[in-house]
């Protein structure tokens, strides 16, 4: 009987912990996402609510760093101060979003060792936020003996005026600030977010999923390449804590 007992246990060790813990039925969930998209970066917030046991809705807000697939950063060789610059970039493109969305448990968490998988689903609006890009620029020349000066200005770039060799780098973040536009637009997005963590009561979780974004009028991050639809994958670490709905304040102090 002991030796039974023996196999039973080094058997159970080798399938995981057992989750004496249970979650509770009826939680709300807050979380928080950093994420890497296919064109850029971004952070967000998540709130969730019960529908049943396996269906939940949730809202979330977000802020992107939207670049385009054209971006290449090169520096001017000619020029002591050598800073990176993307020749032809004329906006820099930011978006604030929020949404509604829906939540699918897919496959349950059965012990501390083990994943949980959901499936997600949302939409909602964009705020697009398209600022100019200024550069320093070298807009005259002067030979004096056997010695050329260069004069640099501050302009916007026209990529038919200039060439890379004319930038010297970006301008002040500022330069431009005041001739910021801004963009509407919607977003769907469906994922999948598989949560690993041992604690029953917080989330951790990789989230990765496909973006889709609709503006109402076309963005030009790059000259000469105005987009109104935006693709992307991306993959986002969440973590985040639970409660249960049904405990009062003071209650969930005490546990």
């Known amino acids: 009987m002991l030796l039974l007992l023996f196999v ?3 058997f159970v060790y080798a399938q ?19 994420k890497l998209n296919s064109n850029g970066w971004g952070l967000d917030y998540r709130f969730s609510q019960r529908i049943t046991y396996r269906s939940r809705y949730f809202y979330e807000a977000g802020f992107d760093y939207v670049k385009d697939a054209k971006e290449i950063k090169v520096i001017n060789p ?10 032809g970039k004329i906006h820099s493109f930011q978006t604030i979003k929020a949404g509604m969305g829906y939540n699918r448990l897919l496959v349950e968490k059965r012990d501390r060792g083990s994943i949980a998988i959901n499936a997600n689903f949302s939409a909602g609006g964009i705020l697009g936020i398209a600022k100019p890009i200024y550069y320093e620029l070298v807009d005259s020349t002067k ?7 260069y004069y640099t200005n501050i302009h916007r770039l026209d990529i038919h005026k200039y060439n890379p060799t004319d930038v010297v780098g970006k301008a002040s973040f500022f330069d431009g600030l005041s001739e910021t536009k801004f963009i509407p637009g919607i977003f769907v997005k469906a994922a ?23 503006y109402f009028n076309e963005v030009e991050i790059m000259a000469e ?30 546990n």
């Not at 249970?22 to 979380?31: K, Q």
Request: contains cysteine; negative net charge; aromatic residues 18%.
């Open 8 to 10: 039973l246990s080094g």
């Open 16 to 34: 995981g912990e057992i989750e004496f813990e249970r979650e509770p039925d009826n939680y709300n969930e807050n979380s928080f996402g950093a």
């Open 78 to 87: 000619y020029f002591n101060q050598q800073r990176k610059f993307v020749f």
């Open 143 to 149: 030979v004096v003996g056997d010695i050329q000066y």
């Open 192 to 214: 999948l977010n598989f949560d690993f963590s041992r604690n029953v009561m917080k989330s951790n979780l990789i989230e990765t999923g496909i973006n889709c974004d609709f």
């Open 225 to 254: 390449n105005p987009k109104s639809l935006f693709l992307s994958i991306y993959v986002s670490y969440r973590f985040g804590s639970k409660y249960n709905a049904n405990l009062s304040r003071e209650a969930r102090k005490e």
